[in-house]
Each structure stands twice: as structure tokens, then as C-alpha cells.
């Protein structure tokens, strides 16, 4: 009689198996944790974003480039005998702008243009002078009597030129999601500061379109931005009831805040008198305008716009009151690029677990 054949059945373990990869699994997940927790934490403090700039010096004071030591702001004198003009680089409606140089440094030399408007120049100055932060460009010197600013030089110019210096070779590898969403964490950061700076809450009013919003901020070279143009922030005070308006003409297109546009229809003529005043809400209401251009069309950007649909949803609500706080849309974008790099450095973890 034929024997069958007799199989050995070898049981393995499964259990033990499966609790071994999962604890290498959860360690993993913690390592990864870890990495990305130094990674944001470097991030945010030694690129110069932390909330104590050690760059800057005591009010009156600045410091160029390697120079450890702060100088005094340079004074007319100073900056009549040490500035040397280069070109013009740029002029608008209250200043002309020249590339200058300064002991070998670049510097920007800002002249008052037209005398009509020489309180707006001034009050830049003030602002200026009074703001001084990681948020704002670096005053050098000033001299009132002669209607004149030193600043930094930054070469990459402002940030309408943002599209045009991230096709450039040197720069290709900053064109991803990740940092254009830092530039908007920077501008929101910056809306944020203003809104409750040192004076006050300020509104940023020379904002009637997305390229005069570009132009009032620099690009810098570790792509950071500054805001430069401070011509046009008033003050709004709620203990008083002190609201503002910017500017005494029409405001017009869907760019401006609707509290900011002519009440009354076509059939009412415009009167400035007549024209209600508003607070800082209409800066939250440009926000998802200005993202949108930061975050661009590269690979990834629209999961950002799709993280960041709800809190700009909530930045057009038609009623001022119903935004948010610029302290609100910056944490909601501070989550957003912690999620998203969190998901990108373990992807497929969630399907694992």
C-alpha cells in the first residue's frame, strides 16, 4: 500500500511578528517626530524668524552686512559726505529711488519727489524709525531737512518681481510649495505685527491691488520679506472709536474690502465725507489674494490652497467682524505647513497604522 506523502506544517508566530513591526513602526514615527520638530525648530529660530532678532540694535542704531558692532543712524552730514549715488532705480508718486554706495556697501537712497506730499513722507520716516523690526527693512540714516532716507539694499528688489527671480537657475530650488507657504507665513507674520506694533493698530493702505501690495514689500536674499513702503498706516484706536480711511478717493474692484467701496450705488456721487470709515479687518480680507500668488502653480500648491480653503473662506466673510485676527490666520498657516511636512516626511503612516 502506498504511503502518502506527510507534510510538516510550519506555524509561525504571527503575534510576535506583529508587535515587531509595529513598535518598529511607532519608532520610526517617533524618530521621524523628532527630526521634524528640530527641522521647524531651526526653521523658525535660526533663519532669523524667531521673535528676538539678535541682528538688530538698540533704537538708533544699525549694523551692515559681517559688522559685529552697532552704528549710529547716519545724520545729513553723514550721509552727504559718505553716500555716493549710483542710479535711479525706481520713483513713484512720493520718492525717487537711487542705488547708492556707502564705505563699499549697497545701500538705497530715498528722496522726496513731489513737496506736496511731504507729510507722507515724513510719516513713512516716523514709521520707519518707530518699527524697526525683523518685519521691516533697516534704516541706516535720515535727514529730515534735506527730505531724505537710507535703507538697506536688497537685490532681489520687491516682490512683484517674485515669479521672475524664481525662474532663475540660482533660485529654481526655491520654487516648491513649501517655500513659497513660508512667504505667505511671512506676509501674514508681518500684517500680524502691524496690527498690534508698538503705536497701535496700524492698516496697511496702500493695498488698492495685488501690484501695489507686491511692490510695498523686499525680497531677501535668504527669501524673507520686509515690508519697505510705510508712507500709508494709519492708526486705528477702538478706545477712541478712531477708525480710518485710506485715502480720500473711490475705491473700486472686488481687491479692496467691501466696507472700503462707495455704499450708496451709481446713483449717489461719491462724497468723501459721506464715505463710512473701516478698521484693520481689510487687511484680513486681501490675505487669500496676496496667498494665492505667493503659493503659485508648482506641484503641491493646490493641497496647500485646499488646507487653507476654511480660514480664508473665513477672511472674506462680508462682515468685518466675522474675520479673523491676522494672530488667527498666521497659527491656522503654521499648522497647515507642520501638517504638510509631517505628511511628506511619512508618507502612507496613517494607512499603515
Same mark, same amino acid.
Given at each position: 500500500?502506498?504511503? &502518502?506523502?506527510?507534510?510538516?506544517?510550519?506555524?509561525?508566530?504571527?503575534?510576535?511578528?506583529?508587535?515587531?513591526?509595529?513598535?518598529?513602526?511607532?519608532?520610526?514615527?517617533?524618530?521621524?517626530?523628532?527630526?521634524? @520638530?528640530? @527641522? +521647524?525648530?531651526?526653521?523658525? /529660530?535660526?533663519?532669523?524668524?524667531?521673535?528676538?532678532?539678535?541682528?538688530?540694535?538698540?533704537?538708533?542704531?544699525?549694523?551692515?552686512?559681517?559688522?559685529?558692532?552697532?552704528?549710529?543712524?547716519?545724520?545729513?552730514?553723514?550721509?552727504?559726505?559718505?553716500?555716493? &549715488?549710483?542710479?535711479?532705480?525706481?520713483? =513713484?508718486?512720493? &520718492?525717487?529711488?537711487?542705488?547708492?554706495?556707502?564705505?563699499?556697501?549697497?545701500?538705497?537712497?530715498?528722496?522726496?519727489?513731489?513737496?506736496?506730499?511731504?507729510?507722507?513722507?515724513?510719516?513713512?520716516?516716523?514709521?520707519?524709525?518707530?518699527?524697526?523690526?525683523?518685519?521691516?527693512?533697516?534704516?541706516?540714516?535720515?535727514?529730515?531737512?534735506?527730505?531724505?532716507?537710507? $535703507? %538697506?539694499?536688497?537685490?532681489?528688489?520687491?516682490? !512683484?518681481?517674485?515669479?521672475?527671480?524664481?525662474?532663475?537657475?540660482?533660485?529654481?530650488?526655491?520654487?516648491?510649495?513649501?517655500?513659497?507657504?513660508?512667504?505667505?507665513?511671512?506676509?501674514?507674520?508681518? /500684517?500680524? @505685527?502691524?496690527?498690534?506694533?508698538?503705536?497701535?493698530? +496700524?492698516?496697511?493702505?496702500?493695498?488698492? *491691488?495685488?501690484?501695489?501690495?507686491?511692490?510695498?514689500?523686499?525680497?531677501?536674499?535668504?527669501?524673507?520679506? +520686509?515690508?519697505?513702503?510705510?508712507?500709508?498706516?494709519?492708526?486705528?484706536?477702538?478706545?477712541?472709536?478712531?477708525?480710518?480711511?485710506?485715502?480720500?478717493?473711490?475705491?473700486?474692484?472686488?481687491?479692496?474690502?467691501?466696507?472700503? !467701496?462707495?455704499?450708496?450705488?451709481?446713483?449717489?456721487?461719491?462724497?468723501?465725507?459721506?464715505?463710512?470709515? @473701516?478698521?484693520?479687518?481689510?487687511?484680513?480680507?486681501?490675505?487669500? *489674494?496676496?496667498?494665492?500668488?505667493? +503659493?503659485?502653480?508648482?506641484? =503641491?500648491?493646490?493641497?496647500?490652497?485646499?488646507?487653507?480653503?476654511? /480660514?480664508?473662506?473665513?477672511?472674506?466673510?462680508?462682515?468685518?467682524? %466675522?474675520?479673523?485676527?491676522?494672530? %488667527?490666520?498666521?497659527? $491656522?498657516?503654521?499648522?497647515?505647513? $507642520?501638517?504638510?511636512?509631517? %505628511?511628506?516626511?511619512?508618507?502612507?503612516?496613517?494607512?499603515?497604522?
Amino acid at each position: 500500500m502506498e504511503k &502518502k506523502p506527510h507534510f510538516v506544517r510550519r506555524e509561525f508566530p504571527p503575534r510576535e511578528v506583529s508587535s515587531l513591526s509595529l513598535a518598529l513602526l511607532l519608532a520610526t514615527v517617533l524618530l521621524l517626530n523628532a527630526l521634524l @520638530y528640530l @527641522y +521647524l525648530n531651526k526653521f523658525y /529660530i535660526s533663519s532669523g524668524r524667531a521673535e528676538v532678532d539678535p541682528s538688530l540694535c538698540p533704537f538708533g542704531y544699525f549694523k551692515l552686512g559681517t559688522v559685529k558692532n552697532c552704528s549710529p543712524w547716519l545724520s545729513c552730514e553723514a550721509i552727504n559726505r559718505e553716500v555716493r &549715488k549710483l542710479k535711479c532705480v525706481g520713483e =513713484g508718486a512720493v &520718492k525717487k529711488v537711487f542705488l547708492s554706495e556707502w564705505k563699499e556697501n549697497k545701500v538705497v537712497l530715498s528722496q522726496l519727489t513731489n513737496s506736496e506730499l511731504k507729510e507722507d513722507f515724513l510719516h513713512g520716516l516716523k514709521m520707519l524709525k518707530a518699527l524697526q523690526s525683523k518685519h521691516v527693512v533697516r534704516l541706516l540714516g535720515y535727514c529730515e531737512q534735506q527730505f531724505t532716507i537710507l $535703507t %538697506e539694499y536688497h537685490p532681489l528688489g520687491s516682490l !512683484r518681481r517674485l515669479n521672475e527671480t524664481l525662474h532663475i537657475p540660482k533660485y529654481k530650488g526655491m520654487n516648491t510649495w513649501h517655500r513659497r507657504l513660508m512667504l505667505a507665513i511671512d506676509y501674514v507674520s508681518i /500684517i500680524r @505685527y502691524l496690527h498690534s506694533s508698538p503705536l497701535g493698530t +496700524l492698516v496697511m493702505c496702500d493695498s488698492n *491691488d495685488l501690484d501695489k501690495v507686491l511692490s510695498q514689500y523686499l525680497l531677501t536674499s535668504d527669501f524673507h520679506i +520686509l515690508v519697505n513702503d510705510l508712507d500709508a498706516l494709519p492708526l486705528v484706536n477702538r478706545s477712541t472709536g478712531k477708525l480710518v480711511k485710506c485715502g480720500h478717493r473711490e475705491l473700486r474692484g472686488e481687491f479692496v474690502a467691501p466696507e472700503q !467701496r462707495w455704499p450708496y450705488g451709481e446713483e449717489v456721487p461719491f462724497e468723501d465725507d459721506l464715505m463710512p470709515p @473701516y478698521d484693520e479687518k481689510t487687511d484680513i480680507w486681501k490675505i487669500p *489674494d496676496v496667498s494665492n500668488f505667493f +503659493l503659485g502653480h508648482v506641484e =503641491g500648491s493646490d493641497i496647500v490652497r485646499l488646507h487653507l480653503f476654511d /480660514i480664508h473662506a473665513a477672511c472674506k466673510k462680508k462682515d468685518p467682524a %466675522e474675520r479673523p485676527s491676522a494672530q %488667527e490666520v498666521l497659527d $491656522t498657516y503654521r499648522k497647515v505647513l $507642520t501638517l504638510l511636512i509631517r %505628511e511628506a516626511a511619512m508618507p502612507g503612516t496613517r494607512e499603515m497604522l
